[in-house]
């Protein structure tokens, strides 16, 4: 079974810099899309942005402008780079990975990552 960790989250004040990180590990043989969520207390889980194997990247409305998907195909990571942190960015960041693996394709997602923006 593929797994997706994620590591980069913490808390920080608003203003800050974050650089989320997202590595697959497990019998990998490629990984189409890989995305970032997060989910904010007492909200659903929402869309951030996706990156696809070919470096094409869309992002959520509300985080056009601040957040930077990027991927290192080599190594199967998924990264976040979010500038300017607002106390509306504080969620559980989860990253998902389409991936195609020996046991079958299916869409894997991390544990997540605590961001705290205090104000």
């Known amino acids: 079974q593929v797994q997706l960790v994620e590591s980069g989250g913490g808390l920080v004040q608003a203003g800050g810099s974050l650089r989320l990180s997202c590595a697959a590990s497990?019998?990998?043989?490629?990984?189409?899309?890989m995305g970032w969520y997060r989910q904010a207390p007492g909200k659903q889980r929402e869309l951030v942005a996706t990156?696809?194997?070919?470096?094409?990247?869309m992002y959520a409305d509300s985080a056009k402008g601040r957040f930077t998907i990027s991927r290192d195909n080599a190594v199967n990571m998924v990264y976040l780079q979010i500038n300017s942190l607002e106390p509306e960015d504080t969620a559980v960041y989860y990253c998902?990975?389409?991936?195609?693996?020996?046991?079958?394709?299916?869409?894997?997602w991390g544990q997540g990552t605590q961001v705290t923006v205090s104000s």
């Open positions: 998902n990975a389409d991936v195609i693996a020996l046991e079958g394709q299916y869409l894997a």
């Open positions: 990156i696809t194997s070919g470096g094409s990247t």
């Open positions: 497990g019998l990998i043989l490629s990984i189409n899309a």
